[in-house]
C-alpha cells in the first residue's frame, strides 16, 4: 500500500509533509509508512480517501482497478426514466397544488395573576431575664427584674 500512497503524493504533487498536513497526521507517520516501517492504520486510510475523493478505495486497498474513479456522473439518471411520471395517471404538476402557507398568529393566553399569600408567625413574646453592666475597672453589677405576670386581652 505504501507504493500506491506514494502515487497518490506523485499524482497530486505533494510533499510527504503537505500530505500530512493535508490528511491531518504527523509527518513522522508518513514517513514511517513511506519508509515500510509501519502500514497505514485505518484511521491514515479513512483520512486519505476522505481527503481524496476521487481516489478509488479498492485501488488504494488491494490495488484492484484504476487509481482514480470513473469520472462520470453516477448521480445522473438514464435517459428512459428522464421526465417520465412514476404515475401516469396523476398530474405531476405541484405548482398548482402548492399555496402559501401562513403561519398562525401566537394565540394570547392570559396569565392567571399569581395570588400571594403572606402568613404571619408570631414569635413567642420575650422578656428580659437579667441585665449584667461591665464597667472599666473589671467590675460588673447584674440586675434581674421583678417578673410581672402578663395581662391578657
Not at 502515487?7 to 508518513?30: C, D, N, P, Y
Not at 404515475?87 to 401562513?102: C, G, H, N, S
Not at 431575664?129 to 475597672?137: A, E, G, H, Q, V
Amino acid at each position: 500500500m505504501k507504493e500506491r500512497i506514494d502515487q497518490i503524493m506523485k499524482k497530486e504533487a505533494l510533499t510527504s509533509t503537505r500530505f500530512a498536513e493535508e490528511i491531518g497526521i504527523q509527518r513522522a507517520a508518513v514517513s514511517h509508512i513511506l519508509t515500510g516501517r509501519n502500514n497505514p492504520s485505518l484511521d491514515v486510510v479513512t483520512k486519505i480517501l476522505h481527503r481524496f475523493p476521487r481516489v478509488s478505495s479498492d485501488w488504494l486497498l488491494f490495488g484492484k482497478g484504476e487509481m482514480y474513479k470513473d469520472t462520470k456522473n453516477t448521480t445522473e439518471v438514464p435517459h428512459l426514466f428522464k421526465n417520465t411520471p412514476l404515475f401516469p395517471d396523476e398530474d405531476t404538476d405541484v405548482t398548482k397544488y402548492a399555496q402559501e402557507i401562513k403561519p398562525n398568529p401566537p394565540v394570547h393566553i392570559p396569565e392567571i395573576p399569581k395570588i400571594e399569600q403572606v402568613k404571619i408567625i408570631e414569635a413567642p413574646a420575650k422578656t428580659v431575664t437579667k441585665i449584667m453592666l461591665f464597667y472599666s475597672d473589671n467590675t460588673f453589677d447584674t440586675f434581674i427584674p421583678e417578673i410581672v405576670p402578663e395581662q391578657k386581652a
